[in-house]
């Protein structure tokens, strides 16, 4: 048996993102003393109390004033200390525009939701291929705007299905604050992944710190309005 804590995190939420989207870090628990050791090295050494990545990016907060040299020493820093600890990740990220297709206010249903339900199944799906008998802890940004709903959800469904219990591998499910250093891990894949839609929208080149982050075994999908089309049919179905 080998145990997992699974990191969650989106990114794109704002008014007027044109992509949102949601990513999953699995860090495997045997590492996980070592990575948030190391973690707390890297945020002491550069004297930063926790990475956003649209703070980091922009120069805003506890990064403003930083130039270029320093942004990318501590970046290189930071993708080492994810690519020795994170063993598989996967990602999704939906056009906003055809939101409409899938989303129901009435029911309750938004892209959280369903980018939650596509990151269970991939683990699922991961799970099964690896052959071994896999458990894993889900921790989740405390704070997002579907929460309280998600949360009564996946405590209720995990509370009465044992068989939804063994799909998605589940032991624990919980909201944390930003200072936990594996969602600031799942941050950056988020945000990375956020950036990297909007760049192909404009035919720009892929960042090479995404590039990096590619070498780390994972699965992404995205979902267009036609594929939305059909994740509306299935729900109907």
């Not at 991961?126 to 458990?135: D, L």
Request: hydrophobic letters at 40%.
């Amino acid at each position: 048996m080998k145990n997992y804590y699974a990191y969650i995190d989106e990114s794109g939420t704002h008014e007027g993102s044109l992509h949102e989207t949601m990513a999953l870090a699995l860090i495997p628990e045997t590492l996980k003393p070592q990575f948030q050791v190391a973690w707390k090295k890297l945020l002491d050494k550069w004297q930063v109390h926790a990475l956003h990545m649209t703070d980091f990016n922009s120069g805003k907060r506890e990064f403003a004033g930083w130039d270029a040299e320093r942004c990318h020493n501590f970046s290189v820093e930071a993708m080492d200390i994810v690519e020795q600890n994170v063993e598989f990740w996967m990602g999704n990220a939906f056009e906003t525009s055809a939101r409409h297709i899938v989303v129901n206010d009435g029911q309750g249903l938004s892209l959280y939701h369903l980018g939650f339900v596509f990151l269970l199944r991939s683990v699922e799906d991961w799970a099964k291929c690896t052959g071994k008998e896999i458990r894993v802890n889900y921790v989740l940004e405390r704070g997002a705007a579907a929460q309280n709903s998600l949360g009564r959800a996946l405590t209720s469904i995990f509370a009465s299905d044992a068989g939804a219990k063994a799909r998605f591998r589940h032991v624990s499910h919980c909201f944390e604050e930003k200072v936990i250093p594996g969602l600031q891990v799942a941050d950056i894949f988020a945000w990375q992944l956020h950036v990297d839609a909007r760049r192909f929208d404009r035919e720009q080149n892929r960042r090479g710190d995404f590039a990096r982050l590619l070498q780390i075994p994972h699965v992404v999908g995205h979902f267009d309005s036609e594929s939305l089309r059909l994740v509306r049919q299935g729900l109907a179905s």
